[in-house]
Nanobody, 124 residues
């Protein structure tokens, strides 16, 4: 079992920044992928960014490239999402997710464990 706890969400004006954090505990090693998904009102859950551990590789959705940065601290079992130049369309509940192995997958069904989510609201 892996437990994930997100923090860092909130209300921000368009153009502002937020940093989300996700703490992982339980059966974790460096051989896993961590990702951030989001789900806006009336929308399906979609991947935002992902990062794998042992050999760093990152994935970003086209909608956030150049604005968001995913990073991880293997020693602390933490993953972060730095979100800059936020837009109202970034408003969503953001979830941290975990999957074993080294393959970055983009579908939510590919991830085994999830955090409870943190709300990000961007006002115009």
């Amino acid at each position: 079992q892996v437990q994930l706890v997100e923090s860092g969400g909130g209300l921000v004006q368009a153009g502002g920044s937020l940093r989300l954090s996700c703490a992982a505990s339980g059966r974790t090693t460096s051989n896993y992928v961590m990702a951030w998904f989001r789900q806006g009102p009336g929308k399906e859950r979609e991947i935002v960014a992902a990062i794998r551990g042992s050999v760093i590789s990152r994935y970003y959705a086209d909608s956030v490239k150049g604005r968001f940065t995913i990073s991880r601290d293997n020693a602390q079992n933490m993953v972060y999402l730095q979100m800059n130049s936020l837009k109202p369309e970034d408003t969503a509940v953001y979830y941290c997710a975990f999957r074993s192995g080294q393959l970055i997958r983009t579908g939510p069904n590919e991830y085994d464990f999830w955090g409870q989510g943190t709300q990000v609201t961007v006002s115009s």
